[in-house]
């Protein structure tokens, strides 16, 4: 059974080109071509431009069209998936590719996969987005693990794979699915260090922090903390997982310690952003910052000053971030209900429900059930609460 044509192929066709007049207008031989086509080699970064002039596409659709052939159904082994973007569209299944090596292309095709999930997850939650990054994760770690890999795209190829992992790992997180995320993260730190990427790692060990604290095993995520401050980081990376550690202390009721790393925290964020900081940097903004002091006083049993910083990060969200509104308007309505503030909770759970049936965030869920149990306990004058939050969740009765 012959191979199906090339997508350049394909494009070179439609443009009117024979292989043989494409290569004498790309200044190659055509075995080159043929090459690239078959996808056994890619073109350099000059052949790349002559390809995007003469067949009138953009760098993205040249990546696409570089994808290599589908392989005959005799080289397919089946019950693979295939690389899902988040508009729907697919890459090649890992089956049919398996016997092409990984190249440069594949990789760039792998990072834009996970720009798309991040933007769908800004706008739809964790419970759509993490069976899609789940899935594309699936499909890229079983081809890294069975096609030739030549070592000039070796780090680059188990970078990608690793963000993508983290990205899945963090969405799963987000949909309440805890065991899944914590093993995902695991993946995630395997790849970021094979491909010796300690700026990905960073970001890979404070997830686990935030996961193994959220799962009540706040030693675990403090020595996780500690490992990392051991070493040398930037003001900004070096508050972060001081916040993390006065999270931690707070949750095990060591107040002193709790402030006294909140503190140095707050201090390190004000020295401001350096060139050495990762690029998710970005992320520790005044918003988190305000989410962290909330956090930290709230499991210290200070109301006032949890309510004020909770409701300081709502106010630092932008509107359009709508899954992170969601989650930090739902957060605060938890802690309104926790130290019986009714009426603003009530308040803020009207408003939190606006969103439910546009995101699907198991994370919110979770709160709204962990606010629904405080609020049953209020006095019968506070009982339009309750009310409010069975809306929030879809619960009738």
Not at 210 to 233: D, F, K, Y
Request: charge should be neutral.
């Amino acid at each position: 059974m012959a191979r199906k044509q090339s997508r350049l192929a394909a494009r070179r066709r439609a443009m009117g080109y024979t292989q043989e007049a494409f290569a004498d207008e790309l200044r190659v031989d055509r075995t080159t071509v043929g090459r690239w086509e078959r996808g056994e080699s890619e073109p350099s970064p000059e052949g790349r431009k002559r390809l995007i002039k003469i067949l009138e596409v953009s760098p993205e659709k040249l990546d696409e069209l570089l994808i290599p052939p589908p392989a005959s159904g005799s080289e397919l082994d089946g019950g693979r998936g295939n690389l899902v973007y988040a508009d729907g569209s697919f890459a090649p299944s890992g089956a049919a590719i398996r016997r092409e090596p990984i190249t440069g292309t594949y990789v760039r095709l792998i990072r834009r996969q996970i720009e798309s999930l991040l933007s769908l997850d800004h706008k739809m939650g964790g419970q759509q987005s993490a069976p899609l990054a789940v899935r594309a994760f699936d499909e890229v770690h079983y081809r890294i693990g069975v096609s030739p890999l030549n070592e000039r795209d070796r780090a680059d190829t188990y970078a990608a794979a690793g963000e993508l992992a983290e990205v899945a790992g963090w969405f799963l997180y987000e949909a309440a699915d805890h065991a899944a995320s914590r093993r995902m993260n695991h993946e995630a730190l395997t790849l970021t260090r094979l491909a010796g990427n300690r700026t990905i790692e960073l970001l890979i060990l404070q997830n686990m922090a935030m996961t193994a604290g959220h799962v009540g095993r706040p030693m675990e995520a403090l020595n996780i903390a500690r490992s990392v401050l051991a070493s040398p980081l930037s003001p900004t990376v070096e508050a972060l997982f001081r916040f993390r550690e006065a999270l931690t202390h707070a949750q095990m009721g060591n107040e002193s310690e709790a402030q006294r790393a909140l503190k140095k925290a707050v201090s390190l964020r004000l020295d401001g952003a350096r060139d050495s900081d990762p690029p998710w940097a970005w992320w520790v903004d005044d918003r988190q910052v305000s989410w962290f002091q909330g956090r930290v006083e709230r499991d210290l049993k200070n109301a006032g000053r949890s309510i004020e910083k909770l409701a300081d990060a709502v106010r630092y969200t932008p509107a359009d971030q709508t899954r992170s509104r969601y989650y930090h308007l739902a957060d605060l309505m938890r802690v309104q209900v926790e130290f019986g503030a009714y009426s603003d909770a009530e308040r803020t759970a009207c408003e939190v429900a606006e969103f439910a049936g546009v995101i699907q965030s198991g994370l919110v869920s979770e709160i709204f059930h962990h606010a629904l149990i405080s609020a049953e306990a209020a006095p019968a004058y506070a009982k339009s609460v309750v009310a409010a939050l069975r809306d929030g969740l879809g619960v009738r009765g």
